[in-house]
């Protein structure tokens, strides 16, 4: 079955760095665009952050997110990544990978963001 799993989460300083990575299982990861998603309060709605295409070849971004995070993929060890750098407190989130399969969506399990001096 379909998995991913995120880590690489944890406490930063405002404008420090993180890298998230998401593992997949359980489909060709290759085929697929994947996406990073952040819920940034219990309760608060999903906020999209980012998604590349299966290749690779052309990424998207948040204008909240835009010239300080970076998706990329290695398809070679199904995993999916987000370098985030120059945090700020807003960026503070629960982190998820997703991917759309036959008309279903999957998620991970998250990763917490802190972001906090």
């Known amino acids: 079955q379909v998995q991913l799993a995120e880590s690489g989460g944890g406490l930063a300083q405002p404008g420090g760095s993180l890298r998230l990575s998401c593992a997949a299982s359980?489909?060709?990861?290759?085929?697929?665009?994947m996406s990073w998603a952040r819920r940034q309060a219990p309760g608060k709605g999903l906020e999209w952050v980012s998604?590349?295409?299966?290749?690779?070849?052309?990424?998207y971004y948040a204008d909240s997110v835009q010239g300080r995070f970076t998706i990329s993929r290695d398809n070679a060890k199904n995993t999916l990544y987000l370098q985030m750098n120059n945090l700020k407190p807003e960026d503070t989130a629960l982190y998820y990978c997703?991917?759309?399969?036959?008309?279903?969506?999957?998620w991970g399990q998250g990763t917490q963001v802190t972001v906090s001096s």
């Open positions: 359980g489909f060709i990861f290759s085929s697929y665009p």
């Open positions: 998604g590349i295409l299966s290749d690779g070849s052309d990424t």
């Open positions: 997703n991917t759309d399969r036959l008309g279903r969506s999957y």
